[in-house]
């Protein structure tokens, strides 16, 4: 049964109403559906949740056939109630819990919905993807995902770091140097426009999902963590080989990026109990029949391991989850509900420029306190230092791991058109990819992808400044309001060189490997294609926005010590002129439905083998974990 996979496959969704139970009116049961949706793909065995819903006057009852078997539903209403306690207000639903499918091909799902007023039967198909072979399967999956990171925050980083000379770059990136590079269009199920959790979940599992969902399909339940289950890659090998899993990240661990590796929720938001279910199914007794083999969770977010009421917790029984449905406990072998650290920080860990500051203990101009203090957290590891950590720990396992790496703050700091911030950490995670490397080098049967889960903020490299800092600092602030009536002649637009005037930025390197400063003359300027409004200085801002997720408690202590919550309240009284916001108002940029660069690389038993060929050209996002998974069984 040797069937060659289709990367790209047709999906057919038809909906017949009719089937009328004799004497009724013809109102029927709407919103008719079968879960998992269009152009739904899996792996051979791979695990997802089948779902057939629809909307209507109870009682409700259904059928479902795989190919014209029929099957029996893990749970639902059996016709006797309105509501399952799973299925939403005024909605009926049966779940078929943990199906797999061994063979590859087309399948075709046919259902039947019933409510008190007649049938709906409906059809659906999903594709059975075998991607194994009898290829050296790569052992460790290394996926570093720098949130956010379009082309040009890639080409700031390196122009930054290592300036240009005639034309000619004077060196390169670790992300650069990578020699499989190619493009991946960021769509999610409902948008063009992903968010980060289907942004990362469509790499982990295949499937896409909709904005702020991660590991499930969409349904009408009642509890997000209730929704259709799809298998992420991490718990696939953890079941079939026994890998383990590492999250790194420089955000809180709570946030969409790690989450969507490992945590099944309808909403990415509910931080209380995504955290809990990272524990509950990491499988920490290794028993290897469920669960994600979870061995390493750094990056900030210790607010959710504190309890509630003590200084710094985010814990909310609002947020939590309760006790799983018991088909799903039992289709996906879950325990019944039951440390890791280290986290560096409250919520999200502080940017590379805030941790350099203090580390070189060297104040940033306009400021007299670390933020790294402000926010609690002194003494925060580099995301390459965290990132060799996780390293040393996951080698130990002898059947190999999947490994995220996320530079968060790219994304972050573009939504709040901080560039210097943005290039910095850029340049951090790039430095994450450069140890990421040469573990790959070293152990060998390994794969790295770097990419971006979207871009963010439309970041463009819009030229230079001319004139010199001395003279920007100069220029009196122009005293605009958002009032559009206010018009003020904009001095400090005058200082964009663009073309010529550009020339070539040139920065102090301090051994570290960051720049000494931004503020150079010649400073490279950035613009922002979906930007929100904000008072633009061109100057290093001195202290970094209250960032969305951190506990109350010490967001209260940062607005209290001057701090903004927004782009727009920053420079307003400093020297900002105003420059209005395309896409939101007083808010933050947004992301873009640009492609995003994928680069990759691979080591083999004699050398690098050819599996980083295979990301050329442009691909769909859903693509990246086929082929991640075609090389972890033997596929390439
Ligand atoms: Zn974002």
Redesign the pocket.
Known sequence: MHRSSKWRIGFISMLSAGVLISGVASALPSNVRIIPPGSARFLVGQKFDVRVEGRGTGPFSATIAIDGVPQEFTSGVQGSNETDEISSAGYGGFNLRGYGNDIAGTHTVTATFSDTTGSVNTQASFEIVDVSGKHRPAKNIIILLG??MGVAHRTAARLVKYGVTEGQPNGYLAIDRLPGTGLVTTHSLNSIIT??APGMACYATGSHSNNGQEGVNPANVINPFYQPRVEYMAEYLHRVRGTSLGLVTSADVEDATPAANAVHTGNRNAGTGVCDQYLDESDAEGTGVYGTGLTVLMGGGRRWFLPAGQFGSSRSSSTDYDNLPADLVAAWHLPSRGSLDPLFGYGNMNVALDKLAKRRDTLLPGTTTFAVDDYHAPDQPMLEEMTQSALQVLRRNERGFVLMVEGAHI??Q??LMDADRVIDETIEFDNAVGVARQFAEEAGDTVIVVLA??E?SGFSLIGALTGGIKHLRSLPPDNATIDPAVQPERQKSTVIGTYDNAAFPRYNILPDGYPETFDIDGKLLIGYGANGDRYESWLMKPLPIVDSLLPDDIKSELRAAGYSDVPYQREESRYGYFIRGQATGRD?A??TASDIPVSAYSTGPDGPNRIYEQFYGVQTNTDVFFKLMRAALGGF
Do not use: A, T
């Open positions: 949130d956010g968010d980060s994304d972050k573009s939504h889960d979207h963010c933050q947004v992301h």
